[in-house]
């Protein structure tokens, strides 16, 4: 199946390395030295710092500098791993590495300090963006990949690994002492692990959020906003934005992405989430067409009558357009519509804006959705598997990811002391909402096919948005779909590509948590 056209919400920020480097110009000059010319390790990772890597602009603005770090340096990989132990072994390899065609060259920039601290040559594979899913596959079929080493959108894990297509990463993570504690269990469960075994590192780490403006919100509210009490529930949300289309010309009440294929999947999923909504029983059939998933339908469609013009055609692109310029009173989307919105180069609502914890919904759960995201493998082909886990294992330690987050370029950190730090707090307004909903994340299981199946859910639930079916209809009609999708990718025959019981810790992780408002 062609997947061209798949927008990574990274696509828009150019300004900053896809591969998590600040485009900043750097003292190894993208060259690797010479195996007995390379520099002290720490010459090195000093220069990985908040002032060599996070916009001056930035910097000024929140006054960020390299006396109040956003991570935790005992628990930074790079800071802690023996790269005199890593040259010993490995200086003198190449790590073939596959990068969209477009982040080629800040891809290069972005590792050149892996290349002084490791002594690995790092030789960047470029893809066409539009189709790397489909060059990737077929490489991976051929048994004879041209890189090692790749990232790639999170629910493809299950299309890459089920197949034998990844490397096993355990023993190397043990080896070079990852810390996988860092990570929240949603992100290493569901972007690390397929069944029970390591085949990922998280890289982009997502969570679906609720924003809003608070000048309109508290003009609503009559005071001040509380970010757990005063929209404590999705009925609250559907009240407060049919008011909040009233508040002033040109702003619609919420912001929706409700577009075919998998923007309606996943506004559908945040808010069926809420009402206890899983995807698959058990023995992997399809029951989100019951009632939570009805629940969630109902609610969707009662935002979408106060939502923005044109919602039924909007995406990522459209919403973030939406909320950054002013357009929106509240809005549904990622948790960088908190940070970015923070950012004057990006946002006309600085200031003005608030991220806060899930709605709730009565008789169901909080639940806040991990969505898309990002995750790095290696390809069970590759001629330096080593090197390359060592090379994902530096472009996703915490302080790059920290920093990335510090840039507000929409690559987003997934580890505890970086969200839970109160330095990063301060410069990322949703950090300790959302470091706080990871530990009751809802997130779908990684399945062969599941593109296709977010596609087809999703199509259907826009021809409910649009009138065109009930939500019934739109349900059951996706149910049939995805149960065909899954019997073509090899479920219901005796032996699922994919372990239930594996895969259900990750499916919710909040289970018997106390609330953390």
């Not at 898309?372 to 886990?389: D, K, R, Y």
Request: glycine share 10%; proline share 6%; aromatic share 10%.
């Amino acid at each position: 199946m062609a997947f061209t056209g798949r927008l990574s919400r990274r696509s828009f920020m150019r300004g900053s390395s896809a591969l998590g480097v600040a485009s900043c110009g750097s003292v190894w000059g993208g060259k690797l030295l010479a195996a007995t010319d390379l520099p002290d390790p720490q010459s090195v990772l000093d220069q990985i710092s908040i002032s060599q890597y996070v916009r001056e602009d930035y910097r000024k603005l929140y006054n960020m500098s390299d006396d109040k770090p956003i991570w935790d340096s005992s628990k930074d990989w790079i800071r802690t791993v023996d790269w005199d132990a890593v040259r010993a072994q490995l200086a003198g390899t190449t790590v073939r590495f596959a990068v969209g065609a477009a982040d080629a060259e800040s891809a290069a920039e972005g590792l050149a300090p892996f290349e002084a601290l490791s002594g690995i040559k790092v030789e960047l594979v470029p893809i066409p963006d539009d189709s790397f899913y489909d060059k990737a596959l077929a490489e991976f079929i051929s048994g004879n990949a041209s890189f090692d080493a790749l990232q790639f959108f999170s629910p493809w894990l299950g299309d890459f690994a089920a197949p034998g297509f990844l490397h096993p990463l355990q023993e190397f993570a043990d080896k070079w002492k990852l810390p996988l504690d860092d990570f929240y269990d949603t992100y290493r469960l569901n972007y690390g692990y397929f069944n029970g075994q390591m085949y990922g590192i998280p890289f982009d780490c997502d969570i679906q959020m609720v924003h809003l403006r608070k000048g309109y919100v508290e003009k609503v509210l009559g005071g001040p906003i509380d970010k757990a009490n005063s929209v404590p529930t999705y009925d609250e949300l559907i009240r407060l934005s049919g008011e909040l289309n009233k508040v002033e010309p040109g702003v619609s009440g919420i912001g929706i992405m409700a577009a075919p294929g998998f923007w309606s999947t996943y506004t559908w999923e945040h808010i069926s989430a809420q009402a206890g909504m899983m995807l698959f029983d058990e023995n992997w059939e399809p029951i989100f067409n019951g009632d939570a998933g009805m629940k969630g339908m109902e609610i969707l469609l009662a935002l979408s009558k106060n939502a923005n013009e044109g919602m039924a055609g909007a995406g990522w692109p459209e919403n973030r357009a939406a909320w950054l310029g002013g357009q929106v009173a509240t809005n549904i989307s990622w948790q960088d519509s908190g940070t970015q919105a923070m950012r004057p180069d990006q946002s006309q609502i600085v200031g003005d804006f608030v991220t806060i914890y899930e709605p709730r919904i009565a008789g169901g759960r909080f639940a806040p959705p991990n969505v898309a995201g990002s995750t790095s493998c290696v390809a069970a082909s590759a001629q330096n598997p080593e090197g390359a886990f060592l090379m994902l294992a530096f472009l996703t330690t915490s302080s790059i990811m920290a920093m990335n987050e510090a840039n507000a370029n929409g690559v987003a950190p997934g580890y505890k002391s970086v969200l839970q730090n109160p330095n990063l707090q301060e410069v990322s307004q949703p950090a300790k909402v959302w470091g706080d909903s990871l530990e009751h994340a809802w997130c779908s299981p990684r399945l062969p096919g599941a593109f296709p199946i977010e596609q087809a859910i999703g199509n259907e639930i826009n021809r409910a948005v649009v009138g065109q079916i009930s939500a019934k209809e739109a349900l059951d009609n996706a149910a049939a779909a995805v149960k065909s999708i899954m019997e073509s990718n090899g479920f219901y025959q005796g032996n699922d590509p994919v372990n239930y019981a594996e895969t259900a810790p990750g499916l919710y992780v909040g289970e018997g948590k106390a609330l953390p408002f």
